[in-house]
């Protein structure tokens, strides 16, 4: 079982956690793909953050759609993985606010982590075009 795992440059990036693993009853096959995911919410969230950060794209109208598909797939790829965990899909659990740019209040939703209640910033250039 490899349990490290490499972003798309070949780099040992990330760790699954091994004990929580075994108890999960995971293969290795699971391990792969759950790499997969890691590497595709990394390629999303770059996408993400590009777009928020560039200067010029401020406006932030322009490109609601494209951030709204993108947060669908980023939310998507969270699905995925709970799957592989054997965790049923549950957005309570999902960590939106630690998406590069979110500047939605980190600590109240930590806070509300595991509970359907999150608190929203207008100003974050994520989330603030609507959800
Ligand atoms: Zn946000």
Redesign the pocket.
């Known amino acids: 079982m490899e349990y490290k795992v490499k972003d798309k440059n070949g780099k040992v990036r990330w760790e699954i956690n091994e004990e929580l693993a075994k108890e999960r009853g995971l293969k290795q096959t699971d391990l792969f793909d759950l790499g997969e995911c890691y590497r595709t919410k990394e390629s999303i969230e770059q996408t993400i953050k590009s777009i928020v950060s560039f200067p010029s794209r401020n406006d932030r109208t322009r490109f609601n759609s494209i951030i709204q598909k993108l947060l669908e797939a980023w939310r998507e790829n969270e699905f995925v993985m709970q799957e592989i965990w054997k965790f049923g899909r549950n957005k309570d659990f999902h960590r939106?606010?630690t998406?590069p740019g979110?500047?939605?209040p980190k600590l109240d939703n930590e806070d509300l982590y595991g509970t359907s209640n999150r608190m929203?910033?207008g100003a974050?250039p994520?989330?603030?075009g609507g959800l």
């Open positions: 939106e606010y998406i979110c500047k939605c929203y910033s974050c994520v989330h603030g």
